[in-house]
């Protein structure tokens, strides 16, 4: 069984540039949760899909954006990037949104 | 809001020696607690958790009971092992479900010498 698989490993842009981070989900699991973890820091929940719709949003901003797919997997957008979202994206998947959730070995963004 | 607070680090350690990682937490209502640990170059495990007061979860040695009372959640384990070593989180979830997604605390190294 694949876990949770996130690409690419490391990405570098530059201030006000847009950048896609990719989830693919394990299987059998129809909802996908995104984390900002910033350097020395704990994970901050950014937002929540199932089957495909948002259900939950943490305190980020609309420039913060996702989609889900039909097979489940996830893309993380974000617009406008400042020196602040550098950090470690962390993907999770979970059977549905009341259950352990998986992660993956996230996407580290640096933004120069 | 939720909040999680665990003890600072880094925390260093001799092999066999007895861990515990505090952590207390701030939720309405009744939480879902969670340890979780992180290897280098890797993602989030989960450790244990447990879903309500006086609940003890356990897992490869190490375990931690919901005090609803005190409003903690305490890492332990009895002797360590240089492969302890990593980055340990405290997290919390809301009973109403997982749409909140999971509150961290900001993690604890945990060092294991030798």
């Known amino acids: 069984e694949t876990g949770v698989t996130q690409s690419p490993t490391h990405l570098i842009k530059t201030r006000g540039q847009q950048v896609t981070l990719r989830c693919s989900s394990q299987?059998?699991?129809?909802?996908v949760s995104w984390y900002q973890q910033a350097l020395g820091q704990g994970p901050q929940f950014i937002f929540q899909?199932?089957?495909?719709?948002?259900?939950g949003r943490g305190n980020f901003p609309p420039r913060f954006s996702g989609l889900q797919f039909p097979n489940y997997s996830s893309e993380l957008n974000v617009n406008a990037l400042e020196l602040d979202d550098s950090a470690l994206y962390l993907c999770?998947?979970?059977?549905?949104?009341?259950?352990?959730?998986?992660f993956g070995p996230g996407t580290r963004l640096t933004v120069l | 809001g939720n909040s999680v607070t665990q003890m600072e680090g880094p925390v260093t350690l001799s092999e066999e020696a007895f861990l515990t990682i505090n952590c207390t937490y701030t939720a309405t209502g009744y939480p879902s607690l969670f340890w979780y640990v992180q290897y280098p170059g890797e993602g989030l495990q989960l450790l244990l958790k447990a879903t309500k007061a006086d609940d003890k979860g356990s897992n490869k040695g190490f375990e931690a009971t919901y005090r609803k009372e005190t409003t903690s959640f305490h890492l332990e384990k009895g002797s360590v092992q240089v492969s302890d070593s990593a980055v340990y989180f405290c997290a919390l979830r809301n009973s109403g479900g997982g749409a909140d997604g999971l509150t961290f605390g900001k993690g604890t190294h945990l060092i294991i010498q030798p």
């Open positions: 899909y199932y089957r495909e719709e948002e259900n």
């Open positions: 999770a998947s979970s059977l549905d949104a009341y259950n352990e959730q998986f």
């Open positions: 299987s059998g699991h129809n909802t």
